[in-house]
């Protein structure tokens, strides 16, 4: 099986990109891990793949794979890179477009200044959401983690993230407590961690481990998730600049059922073939 790809990244939270209209898409689990492996394959954080959309009221349909090909619900960077590849493509000429995701219809929109923004919906908060073992929705919970008692919000952004504030996320332990909060039992399909330090109430630092992918230059909804925990906590204001190690994204959000807003860029690297 002959597939061209498009090589994409938002914020160095890189992808392969499959336009699953014009040609055949079906990729198992172990072809997925082959693409993500980045001696081996082509390299990335996670497959993304364009369909022609299922129902009448969206324009695209999105999904989702992560490197251990796993697949997975949301993913802020790729719907950034999902706008700009439609668009490169020409399968589309609206800037604002209604894309079918696994967690609900998402709105990105490409702005004149090539900036992309996504109206990344709603928040969610109750433990059965995300989904969470807890009795109860709360603003924080403790979770033990490798015998450290961590105070963090727990929320979902379409996929589920538990977010810990930090003192000084260059020297936060992403790489020893990332795994053992993304298998914590607490959360039965597993979770992205992130970690966030506080600069001012404008202004955050942040580093994620994702679930399946480990830790990434960027993660989009991980900015969202851990902008609008500062929020709810009081600690945010309700429009944020979240530096990543690729970049920064602008995360805005009026609070209640309102949705979160994402803004932030998305590029080409190069385009491809590969044969599987």
């Known amino acids: 099986m002959r597939l061209q790809f498009t090589k994409m990244h938002g914020l160095g939270n890189d992808f392969v990109v499959f336009d699953g209209i014009h040609q055949q898409v079906a990729l198992t689990p172990a072809q997925l891990r082959h693409l993500a492996d980045r001696h081996f394959g082509v390299g990335c954080d996670q497959i993304l793949l364009v369909e022609a959309p299922t129902r009448p009221d969206v324009d695209f349909r999105y999904r989702i794979f992560n490197a251990d090909g796993g697949e997975v619900s ?10 700009r590849f439609v668009h490169e493509r020409g399968l589309t000429t609206k800037r604002a477009i209604r894309v079918e995701t696994a967690s609900g219809v998402i709105v990105p929109c490409l702005e004149a200044d090539g900036q992309v923004t996504v109206d990344m919906g709603p928040p969610r908060f109750a433990p059965a959401d995300i989904p969470f073992d807890a009795p109860e929705r709360r603003l924080t919970y403790d979770l033990e983690v490798g015998g450290r008692r961590l105070e963090i919000s727990a929320l979902s952004m379409g996929n589920p993230h538990a977010v810990w504030i930090v003192d000084d996320v260059h020297r936060a332990p992403v790489a020893e407590l990332g795994p053992l909060i993304e298998y914590h039992p607490r959360f039965p399909e597993r979770v992205n961690a992130g970690f966030l330090q506080l600069l001012s109430r404008r202004e955050a630092l942040l580093r994620v481990h994702e679930r399946g992918s480990g830790e990434t230059l960027s993660c989009g909804t991980g900015a969202c998730a851990a902008a609008v925990a500062g929020m709810t906590r ?6 944020v600049t979240v530096h990543t190690r690729g970049g920064e994204l602008i995360i805005r959000w009026s ?22």
């Open 255 to 276: 609070g209640a059922d309102n949705p979160v807003y994402m803004t932030g860029p998305a590029a080409t690297v190069y385009q491809g073939e590969i044969e599987l």
């Open 234 to 239: 009081g600690l945010l204001d309700a429009a």
């Open 74 to 83: 949301q993913c802020g960077n790729g719907a950034r890179c999902f706008v």
